[in-house]
């Protein structure tokens, strides 16, 4: 089992509460098959915890109770996973064009129980649209912002909220952004921070509501 720092257990617990065990056991897959099959690189291990799972997993308090929640691009399965790990009672869809990720994400989603709370579709995410009914979809490391708009937004099907979880240059993209948000029915866009409570550097999240959707 992977050693955390004091302030990292600590951030860990408040995050998965009496799902940490299953959280560490993702973890471990992450750093044992996640690195042998391509998922995840050897130099991500000593940050697994707070770089990836407790970066993603914090983007729950952006997401109202009960909601379903599509996560495009999952890889290995961040933030998808770590969000149903964090939330029992969201409903999470990962969508995934590439097979051996795909093999990888059900070997994991089967070994942590997770089979009635996570949904996992093999296409891109162009070709979910009909597949998927959602109202929250999340993404984190899969492109610009301009063209991760175009490949989101319309799996909320005009009502919902994007999340994508960004870095330091969130505001530049949503510049860039704008007129492409804009077009796809996107009413607000905004740079919020999650996990401020928990964690040393909190995860940056661009949110952009469709429709009727706020908070």
């Avoid at 994400?105 to 949904?119: I, M």
């Avoid at 979809?137 to 919902?160: C, E, F, Y």
């Avoid at 993209?173 to 550097?201: F, H, N, Y």
């Amino acid at each position: 089992m992977l050693e955390m720092t004091e302030a990292v257990a600590s951030a860990a617990h408040s995050v998965f509460g009496d799902r940490l065990p299953l959280a560490q056991r993702y973890v471990e897959h992450l750093a044992t098959s996640g690195i042998e099959r391509g998922l995840i690189g050897p130099r991500e291990v000593p940050r697994l915890w707070d770089r990836h799972v407790l970066n993603c997993a914090v983007v729950v308090e952006l997401i109202e109770i009960d909601a379903t929640v599509a996560d495009v691009g999952s890889g290995a399965g961040l933030p998808g996973l770590c969000l149903a790990l964090a939330r029992p009672d969201l409903s999470i869809t990962l969508i995934e064009p590439l097979e051996r990720r795909v093999t990888w994400l059900s070997e994991v989603v089967a070994d942590l129980g997770l089979s009635d709370q996570v949904t996992l579709f093999r296409m891109r995410a162009e070709q979910a649209v009909d597949e998927v009914n959602c109202s929250v979809v999340t993404a984190r490391a899969v492109s610009a912002l301009d063209k991760l708009a175009g490949l989101t937004i319309p799996l909320l099907h005009g009502n919902g909220q994007f999340l994508a979880v960004k870095g330091r240059s969130a505001a530049e993209e949503i510049t860039k952004a704008a007129k492409a948000v804009r077009k796809l029915g996107g009413t607000r866009t905004d740079v919020l921070v999650a996990g401020s409570s928990v964690l040393e550097e909190p995860t940056t999240v661009v949110r952009i509501l469709v429709g009727s959707a706020h908070r």
